[in-house]
């Protein structure tokens, strides 16, 4: 099967210290790991965690982090498919693998599924990807919708899904028992983006001449994904010129890299203009 786990304790763990920002989204979601590391306060108490949570946000604004911190917190194995591995498929594939994902987790509850890009296979019905057939989009929404109501929070598995698309998603997936709690997730503000570029320069070895808050005033509508691409590319561009640390002059020339690039996808997009 295709279904990744994430081995507890392994290198690619992630904790909610590892994200900037988004202080609302990791307070809602933390109560996902107090379950998950005792359920029985919440049984005890005759209190129903919501078994499905839907992140809402643009591209590269820490959805998936997020769903990893959950379960780096929590301790627990983390099983993940992304909605984009179902598009062309044979009809029957999505949903056994849909099925495959549940028991996995299940086997090892208590345990976090994270089903990314949700709406690739949550469209509502009659919206479906020009790539990918009906039959099997449905075959596969309706594997997963039997699922979610197929098991209880009891089991102490939590399935966590991803989109940047909440209005496309079909309602049978958002009605109660189903994913009834979303989390909305917005592009960084500049204090946020100074915290994210503080995050992803921990690993650099930085010139004295670097400021987070003159980066961050220089990259207004970037995501944690850009900004993290940002310090990257500076790191390279340093090497690039056999520098001994990364410096301010490396850093503008990687935003004005971005900048390139996020102009050129938006070119594509829109081709008037
Ligand atoms: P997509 O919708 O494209 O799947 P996403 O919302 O799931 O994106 P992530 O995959 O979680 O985004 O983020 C991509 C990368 O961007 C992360 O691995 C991290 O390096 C960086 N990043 C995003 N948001 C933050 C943040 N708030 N703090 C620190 N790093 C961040």
Same mark, same amino acid.
């Given at each position: ?60 604004t820490g ?30 594939v999505g ?30 019905? #009659?919206?479906?990807? &020009?790539?990918?057939? @009906?039959?099997?989009? $449905?075959?596969? +929404?309706?594997?997963?919708?039997? *699922? ?72 207004? #509508?970037?995501?944690? &994904?850009?900004?993290? @691409?940002?310090?990257? $590319?500076?790191? +390279?561009?340093?090497?690039?010129? *056999? ?22 996808k938006s ?7």
């Amino acid at each position: 099967s295709k279904a990744r786990e994430m081995e507890k304790g392994g290198k690619n763990k992630v904790v909610f210290d590892d994200i900037a920002g988004l202080e609302e989204a990791k307070e809602e979601i933390y109560e996902m790991v107090k379950f998950l590391k005792s359920p029985e306060k919440f049984r005890n108490l005759g209190a129903k965690i919501p078994k499905g949570v839907l992140l809402v946000g643009p591209p590269g604004t820490g959805k998936t982090m997020l769903a990893k911190a959950v379960a780096g917190e929590a301790d627990v194995p983390f099983f993940s498919l992304s909605g984009s591995e179902f598009v062309e498929m044979f009809v029957g594939v999505g949903a056994a693998r849909m099925r495959d994902l549940f028991k996995k987790a299940k086997e090892k509850a208590p345990s976090i599924i994270f089903i990314d890009e949700i709406d690739t296979v949550g469209r509502a019905r #009659g919206k479906a990807h &020009a790539f990918q057939s @009906n039959d099997e989009r $449905e075959g596969t +929404l309706n594997q997963l919708l039997a *699922e979610l109501d197929g098991f209880d929070t009891d089991t102490g598995v939590i399935v966590l899904a991803a989109t940047n698309r909440g209005d496309v998603l079909d309602p049978a997936l958002l009605r109660p028992g189903r994913f009834d709690r979303h989390i909305h997730l917005e592009l960084p503000n500049l204090k946020e983006r100074v915290a994210i570029f503080k995050v992803h320069m921990r690993d650099l070895k930085l010139a004295p001449d670097i400021e987070p808050e003159l980066l961050a005033s220089q990259s207004p #509508g970037f995501s944690g &994904a850009d900004i993290a @691409n940002i310090c990257n $590319e500076a790191a +390279l561009i340093a090497a690039r010129r *056999e520098k001994k640390a990364v410096d301010k002059h490396d850093f503008m020339d990687a935003i004005d890299r971005i900048i390139g690039g996020l102009e050129k996808k938006s070119k594509i997009i829109t081709p008037e203009e």
